[in-house]
């Protein structure tokens, strides 16, 4: 069988789940994303401290951590006066783990 014969014969996705992926990759265009994402996968940090390693506007760091949160690919925990973030769950370190291995390779990085 060709994969072309195998195409015919898979299901394709449902809407749902397309209009959810295209959601999933445009939350991870923004460059602001994904060195915040890069941060959040190395340890949990609030607002300040993202703005403060990011040096970018706490403002600007909330907005894109809202958009983030919306993709679930954030989630955040008041802790004390403060609210922490992280990455949601480990599909999400997975996916930004590949999507890294996957541009260093495609593009030679080293």
């Given at each position: 069988?060709?994969?072309?014969?195998?195409?015919?014969?898979?299901?394709?996705?449902?809407?749902?789940?397309?209009?959810?992926?295209a959601?999933l990759?445009?939350?991870?265009?923004?460059?602001t994303?994904?060195?915040?994402?890069?941060?959040?996968?190395?340890?949990s940090?609030?607002?300040?401290?993202?703005?403060n390693?990011?040096?970018?506007?706490q403002?600007?760091?909330?907005?894109?951590?809202?958009?983030l949160?919306?993709?679930?690919?954030?989630?955040?925990?008041?802790q004390?006066?403060e609210?922490?973030?992280?990455?949601d769950?480990?599909?999400?370190?997975?996916?930004?783990?590949m999507?890294?291995?996957h541009?260093?390779?495609?593009?030679?990085?080293?």
């Open positions: 069988m060709t994969g072309q014969e195998n195409m015919q014969e898979t299901e394709m996705l449902s809407p749902e789940v397309e209009q959810d992926m959601a990759f445009q939350a991870l265009s923004n460059p994303r994904i060195k915040i994402l890069y941060l959040l996968k190395q340890q940090l609030t607002v300040t401290e993202i703005s390693r990011l040096d970018v506007s403002s600007a760091v909330s907005h894109q951590l809202r958009e949160k919306l993709a679930r690919l954030v989630r955040n925990q008041k004390g006066r609210m922490i973030y992280r990455l769950d480990d599909h999400v370190h997975q996916i930004f783990h999507a890294i291995e541009v260093k390779e495609i593009y030679n990085y080293e």
